[in-house]
Every structure is written in C-alpha cells, then in structure tokens.
C-alpha cells in the first residue's frame, strides 16, 4: 500500500494507492487560507485510524516542487518523519517527472508545464536544451513567455496568455503517478529535498 502526499497543488491531499489504484482520498484542508501544518497530523491520524497505516502503509510518494515554500517544507517534513520512524522507501515527484512522463506524447522543446500552488503562487516550467529544467516564478509582470512553446500541461488553472496557437491539457499529480507507478524510483534515503524556487533559482 502507498500513501501518497501531494503539497504542490493549492489544497494538499492524501492519496492511497494499493494495486495501481487509488481506493481513498481525503483533502487536508477545506480552503487555501487554511494552514496545512495546523492539519496534517489530525488528517493523517483520521487516516490512520480509518485504514490501519501504520500497519499498512510500505512506501512513500511525494510531490517536492515547485510550489509554496510553506506547503513544500511542512509536507518534507512531516513525511520524512514517517520515512525515518517506519523505515519506509519513498520517491519525489518533480515537474521534471511530469516531462519524462509525457516524452513520448509531447516534444520537449515546445512543451510547457504551469503550476498553480498554494499561496496563489505560479510556476512555468520549461526543458531547456533537453537537458535541464528552468523554473520561472510567475510575479506581476515579470514573465516572459517563450515563443517556442506551442503545448501547456497545467494542473489547476489555465496559463492566460492571448496567443491563439497554444494548446492546453489539464493533468494531475495522481493520474501521472498512476499511469506510470512501474517507472518509479524508490529509495532507502531519509532525506527529502523539495524544489524551492527564490529568484528563479533553485535553494537547497
């Protein structure tokens, strides 16, 4: 049985997978301007109590980024404590995965993946050279958007932008993991390390 986490999106979610499907789902918060460290652990225990985890629960997915720094750190944290109490594997799931995982479907060089996190936070993220992802957060004005990129896979809300050549495709956390759970890497590691973007730059 996996328990999946996913903090990027603006209302963080529990998922529980077992078998490749998904046989429950519960929201950690009921709105954007509630606090998830002031409702992860009484989420996780209704869960617990629900379906057994402790006893159940043999690995770990996580999203780590992009997105609210807030949401990125608490949801690291809580789930590496549960990593490092219960001797789990676990594996992070990056916009860089949702690239791999549409390869074949999409080119590289004209695709784009747009994030909205919590905070009202946005995210465009590009491959650049086929090799390495730019990170953009979106603030204000400040975003200028590549002429080269013709297809968006977004996972709440639509990129506005005014070209009429832009195709958009809705996606989401859980039908990526899904669709392609035999492709996961999992690791023995006690560490998370979520994406944080400051300055269009990567913090470790």
Same mark, same amino acid.
């Given at each position: ?36 460290? +002031? ?10 109590? +629900? ?77 650049? +050279? ?58 023995? +590691? ?15």
């Amino acid at each position: 049985m996996l328990l999946f986490l996913d903090v990027i999106s603006p209302i963080p979610e529990f998922f529980i997978i077992e078998e490749n499907k998904v046989i429950h789902q519960r929201k950690i918060l009921k709105n954007e301007s509630q606090k998830l460290s +002031d409702h992860i652990v009484n989420c996780y225990i209704g869960l617990n109590k +629900d379906l057994n985890l402790a006893k159940n629960i043999d690995k770990i997915i996580i999203t780590v980024g992009p997105g609210s720094y807030t949401s990125l750190r608490v949801g690291a944290a809580f789930m590496s404590g549960l990593i490092i109490s219960k001797k789990l594997e676990f594996c992070c799931i990056t916009v860089e995965d949702i690239f791999n995982f549409n390869s074949k479907k999409y080119n590289y060089q004209d695709l784009g993946v747009f994030i909205s996190s919590g905070n009202n936070q946005e995210f465009m993220c590009t491959m650049e +050279d086929g090799k390495e992802i730019r990170y953009i957060k979106i603030e204000k004005n400040n975003y200028i958007f590549p002429h080269r990129i013709k297809k968006i896979l977004y996972n709440l809300n639509k990129f506005k932008n005014i070209s009429n050549e832009l195709s958009q495709y809705k996606f989401t956390f859980i039908d990526e993991i899904i669709n392609n759970i035999n492709k996961l890497k999992f690791v023995n +590691d006690t560490i998370i390390k979520p994406i944080y973007i400051s300055n269009n730059q990567i913090l470790n």
